[in-house]
C-alpha cells in the first residue's frame, strides 16, 4: 500500500507522471525517489547517491514515516566538514544535522590519515557525501585539500573575506579556531560554494615562481629606497649594496625557472604567445596572469 503524501524527486527535479510508474514502485523508471513530505507544499529532495550502499530507498522511507531517520539526512543532503588551517595543525568541525563534532589534528601526512579515521568513526551513513570547505591560506591548506580529493571528498576553498562576512551576518563575535572551523562549517552549508581542483604541479610550481620573484622585488624596492635616504654609516651602505646585488641574482634565477616551466609545457608557451599579443603586455605580465589564472582560456 503506498504512503499518503509522497512526491517523486531527484537531484534535478519533481516527477510529473510522465515517467508512468506504478504508485506501488518504491523507484520509477526514470530514478526519482520517492519520499513522503513532511510539511505541506514542501518535498524533501534526497541525494540518490547519499542513500546508495544501505540500498534500500524502502527501507528509507519507511524510517522516515516512522520519525526514525535523523533529521540530519533530511535537512542538509550532506555531512559537512568545515576546517580552520594552521600551519602546525588544523581544527575540525563535523556537521550533521544540528549536531557538531569538534577534533585538531597535526598539518602533516599522520594527521590527514587520522582525520580519516576520525571521519570514519563519528559519521552514521559512511555512504554519504561529505562536502569539506576551508579558507585559502596559501600553502598551508593545499596539501589537505589535495589529500581529501585524492580521496573523493568534495572540497571547496574559498576566499576567508566570504566566511567572515558570513560571520558578521550571525553577529559572530568570539574568535577561536574553534569557533572558526565550526563557522566555516555552516557557511559552506549555507552557501553550497563550488569544488575546488587541484591545480597540475606544474602550474602549482609556475604560481610558486612567480609569487617569490614578486616578493624578491618587493624587497629590492624596499633596499632601494632605503640606499636612496642614505646613511652615515659606511657599513649599512655597503650591506645594502650587497644585499641588492644579491637580490638581483635571485631574482634572475627565479626568472630563468618560470621560462624553463613555461617553454616545458606547449598549453603554457601558446598562452603566453597570445597574451605578449595583447598591447602592454610584457614577459611578467602575461606569466602573472597564467600563473595566477590557470583557466583563463576557459
Known amino acids: 500500500m503506498p504512503l499518503r503524501g509522497i512526491s517523486l524527486v531527484s537531484r534535478v527535479g519533481v516527477c510529473d507522471g510522465h515517467c508512468r510508474h506504478s504508485a506501488g514502485e518504491p523507484v520509477c523508471p526514470l530514478g526519482f525517489v520517492p519520499v513522503p513530505e513532511i510539511r505541506p507544499r514542501r518535498t524533501i529532495r534526497l541525494w540518490l547517491n547519499g542513500i546508495q550502499g544501505a540500498g534500500t530507498p524502502d527501507s528509507l522511507i519507511t524510517r522516515v514515516a516512522t520519525g526514525a531517520e535523523p533529521s540530519n539526512r533530511l535537512g542538509g543532503f550532506m555531512d559537512i566538514l568545515g576546517i580552520d588551517i594552521a600551519r602546525i595543525k588544523f581544527d575540525v568541525a563535523l556537521l550533521i544535522g544540528n549536531r557538531v563534532r569538534h577534533s585538531t589534528f597535526s598539518n602533516t601526512e599522520a594527521g590527514f590519515e587520522q582525520l580519516l579515521i576520525w571521519l570514519a568513526r563519528h559519521r552514521p551513513d559512511p555512504d554519504a ?37 558570513y560571520g558578521d551576518s550571525e553577529l559572530a563575535r568570539n574568535k577561536t579556531d574553534k569557533l572558526d572551523a565550526a563557522l566555516t562549517a555552516r557557511f559552506c552549508r549555507a552557501q553550497t560554494p563550488p569544488a575546488w581542483t587541484p591545480p597540475a604541479p606544474h602550474l602549482r610550481e609556475l604560481r610558486e615562481l612567480v609569487r617569490r620573484c614578486d616578493a624578491l622585488k618587493a624587497t629590492r624596492v624596499q633596499e632601494l629606497n632605503r640606499q636612496k635616504a642614505g646613511f652615515a654609516s659606511p657599513a649599512v651602505a655597503a650591506s645594502i649594496a650587497a644585499h641588492l646585488a644579491w637580490l638581483d641574482v ?49
Open 129 to 165: 557525501p561529505l562536502h569539506a570547505c576551508m579558507e585559502a591560506t596559501g600553502n598551508w591548506g593545499l596539501d589537505l585539500a589535495a589529500f581529501l580529493h585524492s580521496r573523493r571528498i568534495r572540497v571547496s576553498v574559498v576566499n576567508p573575506a566570504r566566511i567572515k562576512a
Open 250 to 298: 635571485q631574482i634572475k634565477a627565479v626568472m630563468d625557472a618560470v621560462r624553463s616551466v613555461v617553454a616545458a609545457d606547449p598549453v603554457l608557451s601558446k598562452n603566453l604567445a597570445l597574451l605578449r599579443g595583447i598591447t602592454g603586455f610584457g614577459e611578467i605580465s602575461a606569466t602573472i596572469v597564467m600563473a595566477e589564472l590557470p583557466n583563463i582560456a576557459e
